[in-house]
């Protein structure tokens, strides 16, 4: 299994889920993104590993890499491994020297933890064709194409985006991509996906 590896390229509070916060993660060398709805505990402990910020007392993570550390156990790497049904899976890859396990964890959860351990976070190319948002920068726009109309305010998005067709969908995608709204994007792509 040929993997492929991310940066986390932003962390923002999701505007569509309150208490919840969109996670994105980037090809390394491609333009792909992949974003990821994660909780505020998750974020938080995120967060203050990137920002290097010292809590006055160990968080859940934090805990985990005294844990291992004291037996010896460092974690290598970290692997998105698959999407299933819109929830994604992951796995920590520690080692003690001598033997390897994979351990199973969310991808938030594992994030926060490699993020202790400065490790690399890897995928697969199946989670990236599934789930990944292609970010076209030599996108061209003719000036003669439709404008796309705006949707009733009365409707949620999630109908907005049913009452479109593809090639409507198709370019709000590409809109959302151009805009760096991941969240927004991954909604449509997955209304897309859902009608193949």
């Known amino acids: 299994m040929e993997k492929i590896r991310l940066e986390i390229l932003g962390l923002s509070p999701s505007s569509s889920q309150t208490g919840s916060f969109a996670l994105v993660l980037g090809e390394e060398q491609g333009p792909r993104r992949l974003p990821i709805i994660i909780g505020t505990f998750e974020a938080q402990a995120i967060a203050i590993e990137i920002e290097k910020i010292e809590p006055n007392r160990p968080m859940t993570h934090d805990l985990f890499k005294t844990f291992a550390k004291s037996f010896g156990y460092s974690v290598t790497e970290i692997t998105i491994t698959d999407i299933r049904e819109g929830v994604f899976f992951a796995k920590i890859q520690c080692s003690d020297g001598l033997r390897d396990v994979a351990i199973d964890a969310r991808p938030s959860d594992a994030i926060a933890i490699g993020l202790r351990f400065n490790v690399p976070i890897y995928t697969t190319e199946h989670v990236l064709s599934e789930a990944g948002i292609s970010v076209n920068e030599t996108s061209q726009h003719d000036d003669d194409d439709e404008a796309i109309e ?36 991954a909604k449509i792509r997955d209304e897309i996906e859902r009608r193949n």
């Open 150 to 185: 705006s949707p009733n305010p009365k409707k949620s998005f999630g109908e907005m985006l049913r009452d479109n067709p593809v090639e409507v969908l198709n370019k709000m995608l590409e809109e959302a991509i151009e805009s760096e709204d991941y969240e927004r994007a």
